[in-house]
T-cell receptor, first 120, second 116 residues
Framework: DARVTQTPRHKVTEMGQEVTMRCQPI?????VFWYRQTMMQGLELLAY????????DSGMPKDRFSAEMPDATLATLKIQPSEPRDSAVYFC??????????????????FGPGTRLTVL | GENVEQHPSTLSVQEGDSAVIKCTYS??????FPWYKQELGKRPQLIID?????GEKKDQRIAVTLNKTAKHFSLHITETQPEDSAVYFC???????????????FGQGTRLTINP
């Protein structure tokens, strides 16, 4: 049963420190999404990659957040410097979208277990 | 952009009864509406989805209905069981026409509690 994996599962850090979260999408998937979940804001889309290219990061604070996909098996979300308001659960999701359609193409997004970030 | 409203925020039902959660969306171009279930401390998991060319879809005890004219869709769970207790999220998509993926906008969630 293929699943999206994320590391670390929990991270506690102090304000001002750099935080890097990692995501391994399901093998063969070509889309990766980063979401942030808080009680107040719910689930918010931060960034979207397709075939490793960043196509939408309009939901991400540009001054401190950055998202990359160095290869097809790894996506990273970095916060530098971190602030207490960044405390949240960060989810990665992956999917397979083929512009030509077909039975393998799907709109379903499969979520990872999340990284619970606490910034003190 | 798309805006999704979800009601109620909390719902408590007796085991065996039905539960209904409703969502409205703002963008008439949205064409994909998934529902996710999230148990405490776990990842959101897709339970059912519907596309704009279909009015209703069923999968065992769960069903989703879509009214495109009114721009609302609902999740129906029948014969509820304690394991149905979780937070349920609806979502609507603004399709990336060029890039081909669904940009999901989520509702605020409904905490469903099934009382034995």
């Amino acid at each position: 049963d293929a699943r999206v994996t994320q590391t670390p599962r929990h991270k506690v850090t102090e304000m001002g420190q750099e935080v890097t979260m990692r995501c391994q999408p399901i093998l063969g998937h070509n889309t990766v999404f980063w979401y942030r979940q808080t009680m107040m804001q719910g689930l918010e889309l931060l960034a979207y990659f397709r075939n490793r290219a960043p196509l939408d990061d309009s939901g991400m604070p540009k001054d401190r957040f950055s998202a990359e996909m160095p290869d097809a098996t790894l996506a990273t979300l970095k916060i530098q410097p971190s602030e207490p308001r960044d405390s949240a659960v960060y989810f990665c999701a992956s999917g397979l979208v083929l512009l030509a359609g077909g039975p393998s193409s799907t709109d379903t997004q499969y979520f990872g277990p999340g990284t619970r970030l606490t910034v003190l | 952009g798309e805006n999704v409203e979800q009601h109620p925020s909390t719902l408590s039902v007796q085991e065996g009864d039905s539960a209904v959660i409703k969502c409205t969306y703002s963008d008439s171009a949205s064409n994909y509406f998934p529902w996710y279930k999230q148990e405490l401390g776990k990842r959101p998991q897709l339970i059912i989805d519907i596309r704009s060319n279909v009015g209703e879809k069923k999968d065992q005890r769960i069903a989703v209905t879509l009214n495109k004219t009114a721009k609302h869709f609902s999740l129906h769970i029948t014969e509820t069981q304690p394991e149905d207790s979780a937070v349920y999220f609806c979502a609507a998509s603004s399709h990336y026409i060029i890039q081909g993926a669904q940009k999901l906008v989520f509702g605020q969630g409904t905490r469903l509690t099934i009382n034995p």
